[in-house]
């Protein structure tokens, strides 16, 4: 890598027409000097494209038709030239040295392939809700452990993801055709570098805001069910694409984990049948986690016993940080 590697900033966007200026002034205000910024329209049909052209040559425009979040990196990262990629929705904003850092790290780490830091999560008008996303990140690098990636330990946002081109190469294209992933490119990306044993860095550090708004799919009350249930789907599947790429079988806590929640909000009785299923199925996954990682299994058995008996009081903590609220709904009498 040279003493100044050219990072290629990747913005995502679909019917964020609103928001996304904000978001292409603070990739173009970093004090990094040498980026280029490509901005991957999904098909949107407000009125973004228009706010993307008044950008001029400073920015790289790419259209394309819908097909979700993993798609339009998928092209933004096939047209992008360089050493270093950094990803960004459209509707977050990145503090001005947050480049500066990361190209820091790259270069004192040469064996990192990704880095990752902590957003401070905002309302519609960027005002700090006084939480960031993750809560805690280690300072230091990470080492390309399924069981960390499986149980959700590693965890950062797309805005809060940067790694180098060699690292991408190896991970992309993601398979979006599916549906299930659609979104949640930082999981995927952060699963595959882990399979393809490259090693991470994360900085407990805040270098972005990340915006919380009504035109989230997930940031109404009634989605809460349907996010819970996304994510149990999401690490249900790194599971299977580990079990696959490795040989031998992986499961993660967190599918029964967050199932347990969600059955719960969506009115199945608290001492269901299909809850004492998820309940049994956790337990073994808790068994299969002791020997690798024991501490961790305990941690995750602790989760899983609160998700089957208290999941209102769980869902709840999560997600009074980031400033959404929710009703449960009555269990079920059948």
Known sequence: MTDMPLVSIIIDNYNYGHLIAETIDSALAQTYPNIEVIVVDDGSTDNSREVIARYGDRVIPVFKENGGQCSAFNVGFAASHGDIIALLDSDDVWDPEKIALMVDIFQRYPEVGWVGHKLTITDAKLNSLGYTFPDLLPNGPVPPDPHLHLERMVRVTVSGLLFRRSAGERAFPIPYESGTWRTCADVYLMSMFAIEGIWGYTLDE?????????????AQPGAIARRVERDAVISEALAEIWTRRKGRRFSSTTVY??????????GHAILSGERWRLLAGGIRSVV????????LAVRQGLGIAIAFAFPH???????????????PQPAATS
């Open 288 to 295: 299969d986690l002791v020997r690798p990682h024991p501490r």
């Open 257 to 266: 984990k967050h199932r347990l929640v969600a059955s719960a909000l969506t």
């Open 313 to 327: 009081w769980w869902t709840r903590r999560v997600f009074r940080r980031f400033g959404t609220q929710f009703t």
């Open 206 to 218: 805040s270098l972005g805001l990340y915006r919380q708004h009504p035109g989230q799919e997930f």
